[in-house]
């Protein structure tokens, strides 16, 4: 199994559909009957307690808690999370629709991590012989995929969801590129953002059979494109991933000095070589979690001309609050389609993560930022009025931002929380 190579599934109930409601992170609220129903039906109470805590007088449990954002700790919960699905499935199917998610989320995230520690390690340490670590990202891969398509109504075979004892050893012995959090997290901006890419991205440019997605913050996405785009577009479709990014990645030396990417510097070489062998001549998507001042976008792009190919650029979120900080800011020539949804500031996101760390559910839950006025449809209005003001944009990207705005018309994504004011010089 390559993660590149994706046949469109064909035993699926849906290609997405309704989702539980999710926060502004993307955790779910879980009442204190679903919990009952799950210790009566035989799940563990310990593994519960340890995962879900409680937030409110009423019982009522986040499906996000400290061992979400500390996944290599939790590693270990992987077989019991598995289990618990099979016996709720099993026995009370359909009465605990948002533990459930919670569940799927936390075995996603546990996958999704590991895949991106892996990569990390055999990306900077190429394999040895009888290297165990390929086949173990393989396998990740196949489990992250898996557990996001039943986050979003596919169906799962239960031995598919849980990461292989063998591939725990594995991710044991892995001691670097364990990250907190991925930027874009929330599967209702996810299957928002994905049915958009099908029906005005996609759709209309089937000589576009290949999407590519910068690691780490898009690693979900791409993983539930992997999972959901060929369904939705009655296609196969291409999904492959690259380590590369600025903001946080400042270790990493992504260019030589001529201002070519290092592509051994951002995937194992098996990745690397069928990235190679997709982009050559043919319109690569690229699809990142963010555009900032357009960075990442534009080195993606760089790499996907250095292989031969086209590259056709989008961001998930945009920073917006750069023009208004800045009438030079500019980034027209990296984002080809930049969304008109506002991005959630790293520094509110580092918040919110750090409320659930420390233990503090409560401070989570009144934290102003889940309660931030008016709603994104307006929010997006407002950034499509800034970007007609700047003049940069070409008519082209001007009539994708007005599909997209059509679009989100019927998104249920809560609004973003306006960013902190930058302290004056």
């Known amino acids: 199994m390559t ?5 469109a ?3 699926t109930a849906r290609a ?13 609220r879980i009442p204190a009957s679903e919990l009952h129903t799950a210790v009566r039906a035989g799940a563990s109470r310990t593994l519960l307690d340890y995962l879900f805590p409680p937030c409110d007088d009423r019982g009522t449990r986040l499906g996000r808690g400290a061992p979400y954002y500390q996944p290599r700790t939790a590693l270990r919960t992987s077989t019991a999370l598995a289990t618990t699905l099979e016996v709720l499935d099993r026995t009370v199917p359909g009465q605990t629709p948002r533990l459930r998610h919670a569940l799927l989320d936390n075995l996603h995230n546990l996958a999704a991590a590991g895949s991106y520690a892996l ?6 340490r190429p394999a040895r012989p009888d290297d165990p670590g390929p086949a173990a990202l393989d396998r990740l891969l196949e489990a992250a995929t898996t557990t996001a398509a039943a986050l979003h109504g596919q169906a799962a075979e239960p031995g598919q969801l849980a990461i292989a004892p063998p591939d725990l050893d594995v991710l044991a012995a892995v001691t670097s590129g364990w990250r907190a959090f991925r930027e874009l997290d929330n599967h209702t901006k996810i299957e928002d953002e994905l049915r ?11 000589e576009i059979t290949s999407m590519l997605a910068p690691l780490y913050g898009s690693l979900s996405l791409a993983l539930t494109a992997r999972a959901l785009l060929p369904t939705l577009l009655g296609r196969p479709l291409q999904v492959h991933l690259i380590r590369l990014g600025f903001h946080d ?19 194992p070489a098996p990745y690397r070589e069928q990235l190679a062998t997709a982009a050559n001549a043919t319109t690569v998507l690229v699809v990142d979690d963010n555009v900032g001042y357009g960075h990442t976008l534009r080195s993606a792009r760089t790499l996907v001309e250095q292989l031969g190919g086209r590259a ?29 949804r506002p991005n959630l500031h790293h520094s509110i996101q580092t918040r919110l993560v750090g409320h659930l760390t420390r233990g503090d559910a409560a401070a989570y839950t009144h934290d102003p930022a889940h309660h931030a006025r008016g709603t994104l449809h307006q929010q997006m209005k407002d950034s499509f009025d800034l970007a007609l003001s700047t003049g940069t944009w070409s008519n082209g990207q001007l009539a994708a931002m007005r599909a997209e705005l059509a679009h989100a018309a019927s ?7 306006s960013p902190p004011i930058p302290a004056a010089a």
């Open 3 to 7: 993660l590149a190579l994706v046949p």
């Open 249 to 267: 990645q400042g270790t990493v030396t992504y260019h030589e000095a001529n201002g070519t990417v290092r592509q051994h510097a951002t995937a």
């Open 196 to 206: 958009f890419l099908a029906e005005h991205v996609l759709g209309p440019r089937p």
């Open 312 to 340: 056709l650029t989008r961001s998930v979120e945009s920073a917006w609050l750069l023009y208004h900080r800045s009438g030079r800011h500019d980034i027209a020539d990296a984002a080809d389609l930049p969304s008109l």
């Open 16 to 28: 997405g559909g309704p989702l539980v409601p999710c926060d502004l992170l993307g955790s779910v």
């Open 411 to 417: 998104w249920t994504e809560p609004p973003a929380p």
């Open 9 to 11: 599934r064909t035993d």
């Open 119 to 124: 990569w990390h390690d055999l990306t900077d």
